[in-house]
């Protein structure tokens, strides 16, 4: 977990959070509660520190940037990684972290061309490149678009109960993404933007802890502000592509 000093900050918000012992985080949010829907906060990352403790498929394809102050992780090409079975091209998972139930909130920016799978993905119960979720959110949905698809060592499939008609990026915006995971009814449930109604819900039990990721299918994008409350696997594997 990563926090900002409050030193960083100037005039009164200095004394404020010296006084206080509050911290901030990229874009000048809060620190985020202790708990959220009784899971305690396991991860916080806001890359101000770069990608220490990251794993990626390609790490070509990913950097750091700044933008108007703030340190986003950027995938700013296609990685050059084929993998196992048909499935992402572009991912980077948390090392050494593993989680069974959870919620997750990020910030994502996609930055590619407008098309039909004009996308960005979030990676869950990973347990190697064959064997895992993704959330594949798009601009229209079809059958390997806009979903939330399972890698089981065979090309993705799409396991979504219920899921939109697809998902507007729009263009140089951030969006708040939030992941649901319940693995004692196998629920998984997908928020953007709008925390009350998911865009799609899934219900399998394929892989009940794994690891966590964000990246594309073949797209660009930009992460930042990754919170996530969960119950933490003890002894969580180490990634790779190899």
């Not at 700044?66 to 196992?84: A, C, I, R």
Request: with cysteine.
């Amino acid at each position: 977990m990563r926090w900002c000093n409050g030193w960083v900050l100037i005039g009164i918000a200095v004394l404020v959070l010296a006084v206080s012992g509050c911290t901030t985080v990229g874009g000048g949010m809060a620190r985020p509660p202790k708990t959220l829907n009784g899971l305690p906060l396991v991860f916080h990352e806001e890359f101000e520190d770069g990608v220490e403790g990251w794993v990626m498929s390609d790490p070509g394809a990913w950097q750091t940037v700044v933008e108007d102050g703030n340190t986003v992780l950027s995938l700013f090409q296609k990685s050059d990684y084929g993998p196992p079975f048909r499935s992402p091209h572009s991912v980077a998972l948390i090392d050494n972290f593993e989680v069974s139930d959870f919620v997750l909130e990020a910030r994502l920016k996609q930055t590619g061309r407008d098309y039909g799978h004009r996308d960005m993905c979030i990676f869950l119960g990973f347990n190697n490149p064959s064997h895992y979720y993704y959330v594949h959110i798009a601009t229209k949905a079809d059958p390997h678009a806009n979903s939330i698809f399972l890698v089981d060592g065979a090309a993705r499939v799409s396991i979504a109960k219920e899921r939109t008609d697809g998902t507007d990026w729009g263009r140089e915006m951030y969006h708040t993404v939030r992941i649901e995971r319940d693995t004692s009814t196998g629920r998984i449930a997908v928020y953007f933007d709008d925390m009350t109604t998911p865009i799609m819900v899934a219900e399998d039990k394929t892989f009940l802890t794994g690891g966590i990721g964000f990246g594309s299918f073949d797209d660009t994008g930009q992460v930042d502000d990754v919170v996530i409350y969960g119950k933490a696997v003890a002894n969580p594997s180490h990634w790779s592509f190899d």
